[in-house]
Each structure stands twice: as structure tokens, then as C-alpha cells.
């Protein structure tokens, strides 16, 4: 099958973050500052219809990597590959076919509406850019995208500051839907609603899905609601992807060290009351440029090796990928000693 998205060894790096004077000084004196990589050599697929997760800590790349995707940002090296043709252009230089079958939903539903004008506008817009729809088709269409978010026909005259979190992400997720594409890049699309409302969208998004086929890049912190949502994931790691393969590979001993700190981590799981993923990168230290850059929070981390190598890429299967110098054999025996050491619950001093 070809896959509907193929993301090939893409890079995309910034000039680091600086203020105004500083930026002022470094152009006087010529400074050429090297570019960061936020993301390195990046490669995974998404499939028609499928759901693909993107999780790691803050900082790590992942909406770096959806931009890239939506054309918001160029990679310096690399592909991107949709429905077999190359896509690896800004937005600018897409065609409005491609443009519709790709599209963007964020954490704040405030970034995709305009807040001045009603929702019927905000759906419209959408509606008139793609499709030459017009008088009672267009507003069926409308009335048809808002039921399809159970939303009633009556939020077509609110404006979006009279909606809630979780009605505003509806209508957000009706925006996207009314391009009827074929990819929905979900940034961390529950994170700013109550957890009471992120399930009624989870549900809403696997709903979707089974009636228009559309596949989604779901990004996300929690990992309880990936292993529900998605068929595969990829775990990224300071740009790097550490770990890819189905949710059961993913969820299923043996993992790459960095994801089993992640599931270790989950709250209410026993050791931590914090998910490792709600971490800022830039918090837990840089990532080493020489050997494996998980070398320094790495507990099975090889000495004399994981510090001056670069991992290989390793097949555990053929959807199950992982960068590491560990064998799966030698991670199943890591990960069950360092189990069977760590006790869930600390021991209390009497
Ligand atoms: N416009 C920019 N200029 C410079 N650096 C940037 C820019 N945008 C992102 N970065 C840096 O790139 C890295 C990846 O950022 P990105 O936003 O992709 O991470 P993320 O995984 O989406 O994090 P979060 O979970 O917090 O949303 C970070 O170190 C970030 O500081
Ligand atoms: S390569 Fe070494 S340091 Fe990196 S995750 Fe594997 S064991 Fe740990
Ligand atoms: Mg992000």
C-alpha cells in the first residue's frame, strides 16, 4: 500500500532564540551562528485512514515536525512524500488541492477561529476557499459539518467567545472536516480542555474517523490516550525518533530505554506522580552531539559505547523500530532486572 504521508530523514533546524539586541550584535559582528536541529532525521509513514501518535516531552520536536508537514516550515534536508508525489514546498507553493487534504488543528481552538465573527463565517471560509458551494448547499453543508461535531444548528449564529473550551474545539474539528481531507495534523488537541470534555472529543475524532476514513498525526502528552486512539506510534526524543511501531510494541516489553522511563511515568502508575512527557527538554539537560543522546538520563546505558556511538536502528519486527545499541534481548533482560529492582511503592521508614 502507499502510504498517504512519508516523512524521509527530515531535519528542520532554528537559529537560536535571541533578543533583539543580541540579534543586533551578532548581524554587526557577522556572527554565523550554526542552526539548531529541532528535529533530525526524521522517518515514519502514516497509512489511509490510520491514526499515528507523536509523543515525547516538551521541546522535543513534535510541532516542528507537524509544520513541516503542513508546510509552515521547510526542512533542510529531507522529504515529504503525500499520496506518492513529492510535497517538500511551503505553503505558498501547494497546490489548494493539497492544501485541503492536509490540515491543522491546535491545542487553543482559538488559534483557528476568528473570534469577531460567527461561526458561520468561520465555517463558510473554509467552504468557499475549497468548494464553490453557494445559498441552500452551502448552508446544509454547514448545518451537516456541525452535526457531524453533535453541535446543533444554532451554534451557526455564536460567535466563538460564546462557546466553550469543548464546543470550540468542535467547531475547530468541524473547520478541518469541511475540507473533507484526507490528514488531520492533532497538536496537543485536548491539552487545553477539562478532562471531562477531552473524552466526548476522543470519541468525536474515532467517530469521524470511522465515517470519513481520514488518517490523523495525533499529538499528544498523555499515553493512556494514545494506547486507545492509535494504531501506531513514534516517540521522539530530542528530535530524534527513539522508538516506532504498532501500540502493542510500543506498550509491550521490550522498550527503548527512553520510552520505558515515558510508561514508567505515567501518573497513578506507582513511581512517579508526573508524566516524564509534561518534562520540558530543555529542563532535563541538552541532548550529547557525539553517541546516543539519551546517554545522560540512560540507566542501561552501555559505558565506553552509548557515549561516543551512534545507536543503530534496530528491527525488532518489521513495524517496530528502535534506536538504541541494545539488542531486544538485552532490553528485555535490562528492563526486567531494573523492574524487579525498583519497587513500585516506596518503602516507608517506621
Ligand atoms: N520559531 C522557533 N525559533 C527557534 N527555536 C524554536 C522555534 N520553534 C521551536 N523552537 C525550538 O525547537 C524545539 C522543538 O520545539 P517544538 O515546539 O517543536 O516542540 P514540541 O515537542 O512541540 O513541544 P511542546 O510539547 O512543548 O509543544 C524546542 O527546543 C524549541 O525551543
Ligand atoms: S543507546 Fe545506550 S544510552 Fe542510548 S538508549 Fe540505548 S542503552 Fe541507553
Ligand atoms: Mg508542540
Known amino acids: 500500500m502507499t502510504p498517504l504521508l512519508e516523512v524521509s530523514h527530515v531535519q528542520i533546524s532554528y537559529r537560536p532564540r535571541r533578543g533583539l539586541v543580541s540579534r543586533l550584535i551578532r548581524a554587526v559582528r557577522s556572527d ?49 512524500r503525500f499520496d506518492g508525489n513529492d510535497i517538500t514546498r511551503p505553503v505558498h507553493r501547494r497546490s489548494a488541492d493539497l492544501l485541503r487534504h492536509i490540515q491543522y488543528v491546535f491545542q487553543n481552538p482559538a488559534s483557528s477561529l476568528n473570534p469577531r465573527r460567527k461561526v458561520r463565517y468561520n465555517l463558510g471560509r473554509t467552504l468557499d476557499v475549497f468548494f464553490k458551494l453557494s445559498g441552500a448547499e452551502r448552508r446544509d453543508r454547514m448545518a451537516e459539518l456541525l452535526d457531524s461535531v453533535h453541535l446543533d444548528p444554532g451554534y451557526i449564529d455564536r460567535y466563538p467567545p460564546q462557546l466553550s473550551g469543548g464546543e ?4 475547530a474539528i468541524a473547520q478541518a472536516l469541511a475540507a473533507e481531507p484526507k490528514l488531520i495534523l492533532c497538536d496537543e488537541v485536548l491539552s487545553a480542555l477539562d478532562v471531562s470534555v477531552q473524552d466526548n472529543i476522543l470519541e468525536l475524532l474515532r467517530e469521524l474517523q470511522a465515517s470519513t476514513d481520514v488518517a490523523y498525526l495525533f499529538i499528544a502528552h498523555d ?50 506522580q508526573t508524566s516524564a512527557l509534561t518534562e520540558d527538554a530543555s529542563t532535563v539537560g541538552t541532548a550529547p552531539d557525539v553517541g546516543c543522546a539519551f546517554e545522560p538520563r540512560c540507566r542501561h546505558a552501555i559505558s565506553g559505547v552509548c557515549e561516543v556511538d551512534e545507536p543503530p536502528r534496530l528491527h525488532d519486527s518489521e513495524t517496530h523500530e528502535v534506536l538504541c545499541h541494545l539488542s531486544a534481548d538485552d532490553r528485555t533482560q535490562a528492563q526486567v532486572h531494573a523492574t524487579a529492582a525498583t519497587p513500585d511503592v516506596p518503602s516507608q521508614e517506621t
Not at 489511509?48 to 526542512?75: D, F, H, M, N, Y
Not at 470550540?168 to 467547531?171: E, F, L, M, S, T
Open 32 to 80: 554565523t551562528t550554526e542552526p539548531v536541529p529541532a528535529v533530525r532525521d526524521a522517518s515514519f509513514t502514516i497509512n489511509p485512514g490510520e491514526t499515528v501518535a507523536l509523543v515525547g516531552e516538551s521541546g522535543s520536536g513534535k510541532t516542528t515536525l507537524a509544520r513541516s508537514i503542513a508546510g509552515l516550515i521547510a526542512p533542510q534536508r529531507g522529504s515529504l
Open 168 to 171: 470550540a474545539q468542535r467547531v
Open 223 to 272: 499515553l493512556a490516550v494514545v494506547r486507545w486512539l492509535a494504531d501506531r506510534v513514534v516517540v521522539l526524543y530530542h528530535g530524534r525518533i527513539v522508538e516506532q511501531g504498532t501500540v502493542e510494541e510500543i506498550f509491550t516489553p521490550p522498550h527503548h530505554p527512553y520510552t520505558a522511563l515515558l510508561l514508567d511515568s505515567i501518573p497513578g502508575k506507582g513511581k512517579h
